[in-house]
């Protein structure tokens, strides 16, 4: 089985133009956006449980999961039987490692199910595993917008603000998947940008993916988890709406 390197292959980031970029947002998102993002990412967390078990069965199944986590024999194979959001719920909880291996369970799910699907259109991103320091994980999000996908093989890679060049790849049908397990996935070729990588790729549900960014700087390592989403918008506004409400 995989295990992730100490070392973020995403270092090379500090080698471009977004230096100097980076280490502002790093030191002073830090302390301010940091505690928003967690709020944030909290309440969008709980909101789609919620909506998944309604209010009461979710916490219900909150304690569930943080009793799971704290579990000194849990084994992340069980994360195959759960849902997404379950999983990056215990993202939260678990060491890097084993939430690496929860989401290399939940993904090798996915492709048993899958053949002959491919991905167009617009979606946001966000990174749920990381492998690097949470602070620069907050950036990263930060600027990251998502990706656009034309439906004719190429992807390209958008940001909330013009750093770097164009980050475009090419689109492909893979069966078995180049990595990771034995079952199809989508594959990603952004390595003709300045950070080689391919996104290996798997439908969640119709406007929604899941994807292992596999660094091609020669650690064989990864370096986050990412999901990709057609409704992230509407979710954080229901969550947004949810919380107006109940603060009435």
């Known amino acids: 089985g995989h295990q992730p390197h100490q070392i973020s292959p995403m270092r090379k980031l500090f080698l471009s133009e977004t230096f100097l970029i980076t280490v502002y947002l790093t030191t002073t998102l830090f302390f301010c956006y940091g505690d928003v993002k967690a709020e944030e990412t909290g309440s969008w967390r709980s909101t789609a449980l919620d909506h998944q078990h309604g209010k009461g069965a979710a916490e219900e199944q909150n304690r569930n999961l943080r009793a799971l986590s704290l579990d000194p024999f849990f084994n992340p194979s069980a994360c195959a039987d759960k849902s997404l959001e379950e999983v990056i719920f215990l993202d939260n909880l678990l060491p890097r490692e084993t939430s690496f291996k929860c989401f290399e369970f939940y993904f090798e799910k996915l492709g048993k199910s899958q053949e002959n699907f491919s991905i167009d259109g617009e979606y946001i991103g966000h990174m749920k595993w990381f492998d690097g320091i949470p602070p620069f994980k907050w950036v990263v999000n930060f600027l990251w917008k998502g990706m656009i996908c034309d439906g004719s093989g190429e992807c390209r890679i958008t940001n909330l603000l013009p750093i770097g060049g164009e980050d475009v790849g090419t689109l492909s049908y893979e069966e078995p998947c180049p990595k990771l397990d034995s079952y199809p996935c989508l594959k990603i070729d952004f390595t003709s940008g300045s950070l080689p990588r391919y996104y290996y790729t798997r439908k969640v549900s119709e406007n929604k993916f899941l994807s292992f960014v596999h660094t ?18 509407s979710q954080i506004f229901s969550s947004l709406s949810i919380t107006i409400r109940e603060n009435k």
Not at 221 to 226: A, P, R, T
């Open 216 to 233: 091609q700087d020669g650690s064989d390592s990864y370096s986050d988890v990412n999901v990709l989403d057609k409704g992230y918008f």
